[in-house]
């Protein structure tokens, strides 16, 4: 898995293609929907509006739509005529200040839909589904306290609410991501020791020696994906690519890993290799002295349990970073065990969340035994070797896989509550 600042420009010399984009930001989405947190696009549902007296009104997508007020002394003004069904608010933005906007249980917290981001003076639709229940807006301005609305009650219906999720606090995520960082410090012990192995062939001339103990040591730092954006520049050091670099293979800061694995599969000699695995080697032992000293971010270990494998499609899958030795699909074998490694953190949080935590579970089995049977006692299949079919199962397992973690971010996202 590339680290998290990859650039995208070409390569010089034969190699893989760079990416055509850096790993997707930090991004949240709104809506509960499947056990996921999905946005009503603005723009997408097109007439818009409500009664004068807040009655709803009928759109051309055929849903009712009910504006509702954002703002300090109105919030959730509007919803007086509430309906059981799927259906639509618009929230009006009739204050001076920005504001997050979420549809609430006001008794438990839960959150059946949202919207981020609202500009003053604007208007943009939130889609539910609502069955009976007790519900409320909670308006939260930017730099001013949360402010929630009246309650609304539904009763006499037959249809079910979409799901509804009690957003994580950063308190909850503090102990998941402590001990995640100690599982970490043992990775990093074993990758140390691993990446020894690898230099000691290099230095003695034994390249295939070197070629065998490449791959062992690259993987232990491949699952090790959620800590990445805490490794800073180590990570471009340790498991670089030539993206970004004039010179490609040949450019003095392409380093690491990759640095090696080109040199080993594209007949460069032991002499010639030996700077790189020596620089390598220190590098490591640099990133295990130092990790002791370092602190994630709570707040984005759950996004971090997406972008592993969703990093994984986009650069692994690709062929984006292979230079030479066809372990792609290695490689995307140990992300996948990294991402379960955090969600084995996370799993007491998800659990009493996510709907669909235990097909997630099964998702990750799947893709699991896809990968599996690309291992043939440690060799494993290149991607160039694949047949379509088994191309499509691929992509379609890690794929699917990847959209279900998107889940998992969104849950884990930490939302205001004051």
Not at 151 to 172: F, H, L, N, W, Y
């Amino acid at each position: 898995m590339p680290g998290t600042a990859r650039g995208a420009e070409a390569e010089t010399e034969p190699g893989p293609p760079a990416p055509s984009s850096g790993p997707a930001t930090r991004r949240r989405t709104a809506l509960l929907a499947a056990g996921a947190l999905v946005a009503v696009a603005a723009g997408v549902l097109a007439a818009r509006g409500s009664g004068s007296d807040g009655q709803a009104a009928a759109a051309a997508d055929g849903l009712p739509h009910t504006t509702v007020e954002v703002a300090t002394s109105g919030c959730g003004s509007g919803w007086t005529h509430p309906q059981a069904g799927h259906q639509v608010f618009e929230l009006h933005n009739t204050s001076s200040t920005a504001a997050e906007v979420y549809l609430t249980d006001p008794t438990t917290g839960a959150v059946y839909g949202e919207v981020e981001g609202l500009a003053p003076g604007t208007v943009r639709p939130l889609g539910v589904t609502l069955g009976n229940g007790s519900y409320a807006f909670k308006c939260l301005p930017d730099d001013a306290d949360a402010v929630t609305g009246p309650t609304v009650r539904i009763t006499g219906s037959k249809v079910k609410s979409g799901p509804a999720a009690v957003p994580i606090t950063q308190q909850e995520l503090i102990p998941p991501t402590l001990a995640y960082q100690k599982w970490i410090q043992a990775r990093t012990v074993e990758l140390a020791r691993k990446t020894d192995v690898l230099k000691t062939a290099v230095d003695r001339g034994d390249l295939e020696a070197a070629r065998k103990a490449w791959l062992p040591a690259h993987l232990v730092y491949e699952r090790m994906g959620a800590a990445y954006g805490t490794f800073g520049d180590s990570d471009g050091a340790i498991n670089g690519t030539t993206a970004g670099l004039s010179g490609g293979v040949r450019d003095a800061g392409f380093t690491g890993f990759h640095r090696v694995e080109y040199g080993l599969w594209h007949g460069e000699s032991a002499s010639e290799l030996r700077g790189p695995a020596d620089q390598l080697a220190k590098d490591v032992h640099a990133l295990e002295s130092n990790w002791p000293s370092q602190r994630m971010d709570p707040a984005d270990t759950g996004l971090r349990a997406h972008e592993i494998l969703e990093n994984t499609v986009q650069f692994e899958l690709t062929g984006r970073t292979d230079y030479g030795s066809g372990t792609n699909l290695a490689t995307a074998r140990a992300n996948l065990d990294g991402t379960r490694v955090l969600l084995g953190y996370l799993g007491p949080l998800l659990k009493t969340r996510d709907t669909g935590y235990a097909e997630l579970g099964d998702w990750m089995d799947r893709a699991q035994h896809t990968l599996d049977g690309f291992d043939h006692s440690g060799k494993w299949t290149p991607l160039a070797q694949l047949t379509r079919p088994q191309r499509e199962k691929v992509d379609s397992d890690l794929g699917g896989l990847v959209e279900r973690l998107a889940d998992v971010a969104a849950l884990t996202d930490v939302r205001r509550t004051a």
